[in-house]
């Protein structure tokens, strides 16, 4: 599994990146509007220090205002990847900027049906939200099982995100159900290398240490 770091601020960015997890980067207006910059300034910076796909969301609702968008966003960088939301105007604009070699991910997948659709328009990405379809009263993770099992009967090579992860059962279970890719938030990431038998462990070797003999100093 491909992990994908959800967020546009630089120091986690680099922070993640120094230890060769991440193998891109998604964005939304809602994260860009939190670090307080620039849009463009801020995905060409992101692109200068991730190698893989940074995802940059279109403004616009009009296939034509997508469109103009993602065109402009593409000359940002080679890795830029151009985040589509699931319309009906979204799934033309995706299919236009297909035919033209523009990279999508098409974002605010909640259903198989709307996953296949914009694979079928074009989508090198889909991104499925597992978090917020829990919070429906469904299962998120079977929509990740469902949509996986949807793509490959029919040989598609769009890449499903597993987006709207909160915990690391998400994870593990999208990982588990096969998802190409997971996109995590910063805050949640550390969590996933942490656990307590492992800091306990640590400690217990420190302490067994202290009572090892030790060669007394040479004389000076």
Not at 113 to 118: D, N, R, V, Y
Not at 131 to 154: F, P
Not at 188 to 207: A, R, S
Request: proline residues 4%; negative net charge; glycine residues 6%.
């Amino acid at each position: 599994m491909k992990f994908y770091l959800d967020t546009a601020n630089m120091e986690e960015i680099k922070r993640i990146t120094r230890l060769g997890l991440v193998d891109g980067v998604t964005t939304n207006p809602t994260i860009i509007a939190k670090e307080n910059r620039d849009f463009e300034e801020t995905i060409k910076e992101i692109c200068s220090i991730v190698d893989g796909p940074v995802s940059a969301e279109v403004i616009g609702l009009a296939v034509d205002e997508m469109v103009e968008e993602a065109r402009n966003i593409a000359t940002w960088a080679p890795n830029v990847v151009v985040k589509i939301p699931m319309t009906e105007d979204g799934l033309e604009a995706v299919n236009i900027l297909s035919k033209e070699g523009i990279k999508t991910n098409v974002t605010l997948i909640f259903s198989v049906a709307q996953g296949l659709m914009a694979a079928k328009a074009g989508a090198t990405y889909v991104s499925p939200f597992v978090g917020r379809v829990d919070d429906i009263g469904e299962d998120g993770i079977e929509l990740i099982q469902n949509l996986k099992t949807t793509l490959a009967n029919y040989g598609f090579e769009t890449e499903i995100i597993t987006a709207s992860v909160r915990t690391i059962s998400h994870l593990e279970k999208a990982a588990k159900a096969g998802a190409d890719i997971a996109t995590i938030p910063g805050s949640l990431l550390p969590k996933l290398w942490k656990h307590p038998l492992t800091d306990n462990g640590i400690k217990q070797f420190l302490e067994d240490w202290e009572k090892v003999p030790k060669k007394a100093e040479s004389l000076s």
